[in-house]
């Protein structure tokens, strides 16, 4: 529901920032918010959100890791059992060699080795025959007769096209020939750029057959990405896990393809694999695997399977927990380069590299406007508990779509950054709501408390009006001071705050004594005034110009009808008593036909002469009756809300039992004042805890002789 017109509440008592804020129940602030979270979205990655962005990448990988489908690489580790084994790290190149060599009579499809060779074998003969030249001369000779280990080495890895690994670095420590021939034409990709490459040394990296990256650089201190090309020293080269598909093929070349937007993919050979802009791929990590190594000792020895290294890309590295830093994977892992580069051969053997596209974002962007679209035009219409479940289902929705997008086409899309603008926007929107609810709610208090004046003071009005109605009614008192020959009860309850039913009695010259009672149609207010009017009228023409009760009946329905426009009508008895004689002449004018009570026990209801309630037809010629009243006798007069009075299953009391309770032998003779209050009390048991649906008016007369 939307607030009400704040114009119509008391400005003063309401805050201006409430006006402010709750205007709208902050759609347009939602609108402006959402607008400014859309285009944060769109700006280019990593954004101003790469850490939420980074988290929501590494949560798929930590609960929904890729499955292993080909087991493409083996590593050949120098793990803790081998340096137990074989001897501490470094070990002499010549036992490095002795290692290439077991591993090439394997037939494996290639060789990758992880390790850099980038100072001479200080172990080599030639190396310690220079050392032990000013001791022992002889010695020396023969040792520098021998093969120096970095030649044995060299020898190897050219036997068993071994490829080498080179680190990007920020300055150029190791120079040399080509590292690889990739086909680019005209200005070169946007690819990494490392100003200096960190190789072997000459003999050894001449040796061989290709040269692989060993970057993966970290991101926040973890990896997700490697670049599957880079500029190294100015020159191309492939990461090692392609470089060893390049050379298992025997392939002299890769191309880079690319356009204005960036590097699209690299091809080696017929394999082709897609890249981000810069080069790099978003790799798709499984659990760490023990599987996939096999122990260098094992090699050496001959301990391991001839058929697990055959075919496959072996890679050699070191994995000793004393000798190398293990970096931390997107799973949360700590794992060694060397797995890590396995991971990525097995990713580009099962087409399984992750991408982030660059529609990404604005598929991101599109999300989030449509949820905030639904929030805030839902949020204010809609109930707190409602909107949360609406929150509910947009985040469940984002969400989903991320993981479907992860899992069916391993496509990265982020709805963190989403989710944190679709929380803020709900907020807002809760909050605005809040504050137009408080808005609306003071709003009404203002109303509720001008209503509440208005209300009391129509209520004194009508109080003073009662109390007014109440006092121009004749009391047995006032009008019977020195009068012992006739005795009246009367009553009147008006249904609401006033009524319109009527009496009145009151003595004429000569001995007479008149008596009224009427009603007057409808019900309140109005009925009360007109009332008041008709009473005042009556009295001033038998006061005014004495006559019988015909006359009287005629002269007051011309009198009354002048002035009615609301078109009201009054049904009205009036009887003049002789009180001398006890001769009662009375007209009715459609009233409720009086009963009299004879004192001998007969009952009789007056409803000879009279004519239609006054204000119905102009000029009607009344009629009076007459009949001779014995003492003690009783007239009831009682208006329809007498015996109409209803009850919870809306049952009338009715004329009937009116008419058996006055006339029960019981009541014979029973003063009036007894006799009305039974009645009165009679009616209130009918009733119960009902309300009275119409004015009720009760007035007993008895004549006790002259």
């Known amino acids: 529901m939307e607030a009400p017109d704040e114009q119509a509440a008391d400005p003063g008592a309401i805050a201006g920032w409430r006006r402010w804020f709750g205007r709208g129940r902050g759609r347009w602030l939602g609108i402006a918010v959402a607008a400014f979270c859309t285009a944060t979205l769109l700006l280019p990655d990593p954004g101003p959100l790469p850490a939420l962005r980074f988290w929501a990448f590494d949560s798929y990988q930590g609960y929904l890791p890729r499955k292993r489908v080909l087991d493409p690489a083996v590593i050949v580790a120098v793990d803790d059992q081998s340096l137990r084994r074989v001897g501490q790290w470094p070990w002499p190149r010549d036992t490095v060699a002795q290692l290439i060599d077991r591993i090439a009579e394997r037939r494996p499809g290639c060789i990758g080795i992880d390790v850099l060779f980038t100072e001479p074998d200080r172990s080599s003969p030639d190396r310690i025959s220079e050392a032990l030249r000013a001791r022992d001369k002889v010695l020396a000779q023969q040792l520098a007769k021998l093969r120096p280990n970095d030649e044995i080495l060299a020898e190897s890895i050219r036997r068993a096209r071994g490829i080498l690994g080179v680190a990007g670095v920020d300055a150029s420590i190791a120079k040399g020939r080509p590292l690889n021939r990739a086909e680019v034409q005209g200005p070169t990709p946007p690819l990494i750029r490392?100003?200096?490459?960190?190789?072997?040394?000459?003999?050894?990296?001449?040796?061989?057959?290709?040269?692989?990256?060993?970057?993966?650089?970290?991101?926040?201190?973890?990896?997700?990405r490697a670049p599957l090309a880079a500029y190294a020293g100015g020159e191309p080269i492939l990461t090692l896990a392609l470089e060893c598909f390049r050379v298992g093929d025997r392939l002299p070349s890769f191309n880079i393809n690319w356009t204005r937007s960036g590097v699209t993919s690299i091809e080696v050979g017929?394999?082709?694999?897609?890249?981000?802009?810069?080069?790099?791929?978003?790799?798709?990590?499984?659990?760490?695997?023990?599987?996939?190594?096999?122990?260098?000792?094992?090699?050496?020895?001959?301990?391991?399977d001839p058929e697990r290294l055959r075919g496959s890309i072996v890679l050699v590295g070191v994995t000793a927990l004393a000798l190398l830093d293990q970096p931390t994977t997107a799973r949360g892992e700590r794992m060694p380069g060397i797995e890590i580069h396995a991971q990525i051969v097995e990713n580009i053997a099962e087409g399984a590299l992750l991408s982030r596209p660059g529609w990404g974002r604005y598929a991101e962007a599109a999300a989030f406007a449509l949820a905030a679209f639904v929030l805030i035009v839902r949020v204010p219409r809609t109930r707190p508990r409602k909107s949360f479940l609406i929150l509910m289902a947009c985040s469940l929705t984002l969400i989903v779509s991320g993981?479907?997008?992860?899992?069916?086409?391993?496509?990265?899309?982020?709805?963190?950054?989403?989710?944190?603008?679709?929380?803020?926007?709900?907020?807002?929107?809760?909050?605005?709501?809040?504050?137009?609810?408080?808005?609306?709610?003071?709003?009404?208090?203002?109303?509720?408390?001008?209503?509440?004046?208005?209300?009391?003071?129509?209520?004194?009005?009508?109080?003073?009006?009662?109390?007014?109605?109440?006092?121009?009614?004749?009391?047995?008192?006032?009008?019977?001071?020195?009068?012992?020959?006739?005795?009246?009860?009367?009553h009147m309850k008006a249904a609401r705050e006033v009524g319109g039913d009527l009496y009145d009695f009151f003595p004429l010259p000569g001995g007479k004594f008149v008596v009224l009672c009427g009603d007057v149609s409808d019900k309140g207010l109005p009925a009360a005034m007109f009332m008041a009017v008709s009473k005042a009228l009556a009295k001033s023409i038998a006061l005014r110009a004495p006559a019988g009760a015909a006359e009287l009946m005629t002269i007051f329905n011309r009198e009354i009808s002048r002035e009615n426009p609301e078109q009201m009508f009054v049904t009205l008895v009036a009887l003049i008593m002789d009180l001398a004689t006890g001769e009662l002449e009375y007209c009715n004018a459609g009233h409720e036909p009086p009963i009299l009570v004879r004192r001998e026990g007969e009952t009789i209801t007056l409803d000879d002469g009279g004519g239609p309630p006054l204000c119905v037809i102009d000029d009607f010629p009344y009629e009076a009756a007459r009949v001779r009243l014995g003492p003690r006798d009783v007239l009831v007069l009682a208006s329809d809300g007498i015996t109409e009075a209803m009850n919870r299953s809306s049952a009338l009391y009715g004329r009937a039992r009116l008419k058996a309770l006055v006339e029960s032998p019981a009541r014979r003779g029973v003063d009036v004042t007894i006799l009305g209050s039974e009645v009165l009390a009679a009616i209130k048991t009918f009733e119960g805890d009902a309300e009275p649906s119409d004015d009720q008016t009760l007035l007993l007369v008895s004549w006790r002789g002259a």
């Open 194 to 224: 490392y100003p200096g490459a960190l190789r072997s040394l000459a003999p050894l990296d001449h040796a061989a057959a290709g040269h692989g990256l060993l970057n993966a650089d970290a991101e926040r201190g973890i990896v997700r």
């Open 270 to 304: 017929e394999l082709k694999v897609p890249t981000q802009p810069d080069g790099k791929a978003w790799i798709h990590f499984s659990p760490r695997d023990p599987s996939r190594y096999v122990s260098a000792a094992d090699v050496l020895e001959g301990k391991e």
């Open 403 to 490: 993981v479907a997008a992860y899992q069916i086409a391993r496509t990265l899309l982020d709805p963190t950054a989403p989710l944190v603008g679709v929380t803020l926007i709900y907020g807002l929107m809760v909050f605005a709501t809040l504050v137009a609810t408080d808005l609306q709610r003071r709003q009404i208090s203002a109303r509720l408390a001008i209503q509440r004046e208005a209300t009391a003071r129509v209520t004194g009005e009508l109080e003073a009006a009662r109390r007014i109605q109440m006092g121009i009614l004749p009391t047995r008192e006032s009008a019977l001071r020195n009068e012992r020959r006739v005795e009246i009860f009367c």
